[in-house]
């Protein structure tokens, strides 16, 4: 079924929603990001398979967080929901926080980037994509993609510029604008958690401290955002209050749901993410008093006495 009001290739279901409509397997007619998002589950898989064989090490884990990841865009964007999406802001909402939110640390905990640099052949065609990929880590355009001062602010443009500034309103009213948003909700989510839990080779490191403030500078503003939608009194997105009849929904109850979508839904990864961050902190720290102590106990020591002759020594050096 076409919807008069989306131009492009849709399907647009006509039952009520439910959770069996839901996850039914109805895909739309071009299916880009779950195929997307196939072929790079089935990518990562060889790679990891070509290190197993070769008795090197991967970890399953990561595999394993790397295809949860890639299953649940198929799931989200392939069965019937992205259907209901079109038309439903909650089921919109949903999508978005799961894009941005939920799916980016199941990805990127799976270090695509180093599995990339270990797998890929060095020769022919794989010493043209490493190259590649190190001259993009190593780029200023690298660096500045993902530097919180660009990462912060197009997180949080994805939910108020969307939606106060009517280009929601206007891009979901075809196929190429739907899509598209949710290729940059994703972009967006990836981008903005790689400084925070990737343990890939990057341009830039974070200091766990400067992790622990991007995260506090994010969290109360995309709250902030929920409480706005779920208080609304006038429609937020125009385009979401044509529903099909037979789905029975008050459109403004829906938003009422995308809002607070928006404010616990989207708050718990956070929460998650906050809580690696400080385990890697407690973790760091204790290895770095640990090879502290190491190092009195085989010099006779104090590693402060050490630090401070060190010191000394460096600003004799400097003095010549």
């Not at 993410?273 to 973790?283: K, P, V």
């Amino acid at each position: 079924m076409n919807d008069p009001g989306i131009s492009g290739p849709i399907w647009l279901p006509t039952a009520p929603p439910n959770m069996a409509e839901y996850l039914a397997p109805n895909l739309q007619p071009i299916p880009l990001i779950p195929a997307i998002a196939a072929i790079a589950a089935l990518l990562y898989l060889a790679g990891a398979i070509r290190l197993w064989r070769q008795g090197r090490k991967w970890s399953i884990v990561a595999t394993a967080s790397f295809l949860a990841g890639c299953l649940t865009i198929i799931v989200v964007m392939g069965a019937g929901i992205e259907g209901y999406g079109l038309k439903m802001f909650s089921i919109f909402m949903f999508q978005q926080l799961t894009l941005m939110m939920a799916v980016p640390p199941l990805l990127v905990f799976g270090s695509p980037g180093r599995l990339l640099l270990r797998a890929m052949p060095h020769r022919g065609l794989g010493r043209v994509v490493l190259r590649g990929a190190i001259s993009g880590l190593r780029s200023r355009w690298g660096a500045f993609l993902l530097h919180p001062a660009f990462t912060i602010p197009l997180f949080l443009m994805s939910f108020y510029g969307l939606y106060f500034s009517g280009l929601a309103d206007s891009m979901l009213r075809s196929w190429t604008g739907h899509v598209g948003l949710e290729v940059i909700f994703l972009v967006a989510g990836i981008l903005f958690t790689i400084p925070l839990i990737s343990t890939d080779p990057r341009p830039r490191r974070e200091t766990h401290l400067g992790k622990m403030v991007d995260i506090f500078v994010e969290m109360p503003l995309h709250a902030f955002f929920g409480v706005v939608i779920m208080m609304a009194t006038v429609p937020m997105v125009a385009f979401f209050q044509d529903m099909p009849a037979s789905w029975g929904i008050d459109p403004m109850k829906d938003q009422g749901v995308a809002g607070g979508l928006a404010w616990a839904y989207g708050e718990l990864p956070t929460v998650l993410l906050l809580m690696l961050i400080l385990f890697r902190w407690q973790r760091d720290d204790s290895r770095t008093a640990r090879a502290k102590d190491v190092e009195a106990d085989l010099s006779g020591s104090d590693p402060q006495d050490l630090t401070d002759y060190n010191e000394y020594l460096s600003g004799l050096a400097r003095r010549r």
